[in-house]
């Protein structure tokens, strides 16, 4: 029978990619292990590898196309003796016009996302009674039958008591009926013209729903729905203030929607609390020299001699971030509804900026490491997330995070946290400020750094015991070589 070949979940939080590059066309063979396409995520591009034997019989999602959702259809592989011409036209049932980022898509999240880090590509076993892949319209006949208030039986979607049906989905039918609107006089933008939550949303913000019309009763008219709450201006209400032609628009990636999407979760759902403190580096920097003078040397690709390390002072705030984790355990934690969880090893995620957004990869174990295999690590992760070439376990989880914008001549900042961390340090720039020292008045190189905790984990105290240890290990970096 057929083999479905549907959308891998890369990672975890994966709802959507971008299928980039088919790797293998109509007609070709393919054994288990082959390299058959390569996928975009939000944060990287990898290789996704077949687990069936076969022959591709039909490639039903075309490279390039955008917005592809988790566990949708997107080719079929014809089993050994299989007739190829058969298994394509099997497949031609599945095909949607939903599946680019230019069609509209319903808002129901994938539910067979896996969970597996490893790029393989899932495969069912098609027969008569596979179900539709998730954003396309399933068939009115298909449709599961509800009771109305009126006690009248229609499709579920299906809007009883008009001459013609509205097709909707269950979201789009809610916000429709609190905000008070008719969704039969709503223009729908999703497979087959379903009504989807976006189409009732820009109905609301243009002003162009109705109110539904009021069916015969005896009881007293009910209270008028509340207004909906303030939303974002949506794109056309936007470019009306601003003169035709004098802007370009360039569509959103998915790593930068990704990103706005999780910053505006972390900042709506984690309560930040913010501390700040002001540490000397002198002695760090002169250790740094000293480091750094005393690398070994070894020979490059091109045969010259280099320095087998050369330490940063981003190198040393991320071990000494590690190890006041370890000196402040309680606040190694992540919270989550039901547990604290706390954690046994400091994994310090480090934010490197890339063309179109941010990746942080994280240093795992940085407690243990040294400062020369930090600084090792750094260099090389930092390098492949440039080229969005890191594997999801090595930008997924970790306990804590560094961002410094020390080297922009940003003083100070506040960063946002990360979940499931509990804490983000904020770094600035090193700088030569006047300090009081023992009643005389003395230059010092000082940075800057703020801590972001979410205070339902670490709260005021805990975060200033663990920022305590942080400048004390900045202060006195030998600690850190012990």
Request: aromatic share 2%.
């Amino acid at each position: 029978m057929p083999i479905n070949i549907t959308m891998p979940a890369l990672s975890p939080t994966m709802e959507e990619g971008t299928l980039a590059n088919w790797l293998v066309k109509e007609g070709d063979k393919v054994t288990s292990g082959d390299v058959i396409a390569e996928i975009e995520t939000d944060k990287a591009t990898m290789e996704v590898e077949a687990i069936d034997e076969g022959t591709v019989a039909k490639i039903v999602v075309p490279a390039g196309t955008e917005g592809v959702k988790v566990n949708t259809l997107i080719a079929v592989l014809a089993e050994e003796g299989e007739d190829v011409a058969a298994a394509a036209k099997e497949a031609s049932s599945f095909e949607a016009p939903a599946q680019s980022a230019s069609a509209p898509q319903d808002e129901a999240s994938s539910g067979g996302t896996s969970s597996s880090p490893h790029p393989e590509v899932r495969a069912e076993r098609a027969s008569p009674s596979t179900k539709a892949q998730e954003g396309e319209d399933e068939a009115p006949a298909a449709s599961p039958l509800s009771v109305t208030a009126s006690g009248d039986i229609s499709p579920a979607g299906v809007e009883s008591g008009s001459k013609s049906r509205t097709f909707s989905s269950p979201l789009a039918r809610r916000i429709a009926k609190e905000a008070g609107v008719d969704i039969a006089s709503i223009a729908g933008s999703g497979p087959h013209g379903r009504v989807v939550k976006r189409d009732v949303e820009a109905a609301i913000a243009g002003g162009t729903a109705k109110a539904p019309a009021a069916a015969p009763s005896a009881q007293p008219a009910a209270a008028p729905a509340k207004a909906p709450a303030a939303q974002a201006m949506s794109d056309e209400q936007v470019l009306k203030l601003f003169e035709e032609g004098s802007y370009e628009l360039v569509p959103h990636d998915n790593m930068r929607k990704t990103i706005a999407r999780r910053l505006v979760e972390a900042k709506s759902s984690i309560p930040h609390f913010y501390l700040t403190v002001d540490c000397e580096l002198d002695a760090l920097l002169a250790l740094r020299q000293q480091l750094n003078d005393a690398a070994p040397k070894r020979k490059n690709a091109e045969g010259k001699e280099e320095p087998a390390y050369k330490l940063s002072v981003n190198d040393m705030v991320i071990k000494a971030m590690a190890m006041a984790l370890m000196a402040v355990p309680e606040a190694n934690a992540s919270w989550t509804d039901a547990n604290m969880v706390m954690h046994k090893h400091a994994d310090v995620g480090v934010a490197v900026s890339i063309p179109g957004g941010l990746i942080t990869p994280i240093i795992r174990k940085a407690d243990q490491k040294s400062l020369s295999a930090i600084s090792g690590e750094m260099k090389d992760m930092a390098a492949r997330a440039r080229e969005r070439k890191l594997k999801p376990e090595e930008y997924q989880g970790g306990t804590t995070a560094v961002s410094n914008l020390g080297m922009f001549g940003i003083k100070d900042f506040s960063a946002v946290i990360n979940p499931p961390h509990a804490t983000i340090l904020a770094v600035g720039a090193g700088e030569q400020r006047p300090v009081v020292k023992d009643g005389a008045v003395k230059i010092a190189t000082v940075m800057s750094v703020t801590l972001s905790t979410d205070h339902r984990a670490v709260d005021g105290a805990l975060g200033a015991q663990l920022l305590a240890a942080f400048r004390n290990y900045i202060e006195n970096p030998m600690g850190m070589l012990v």
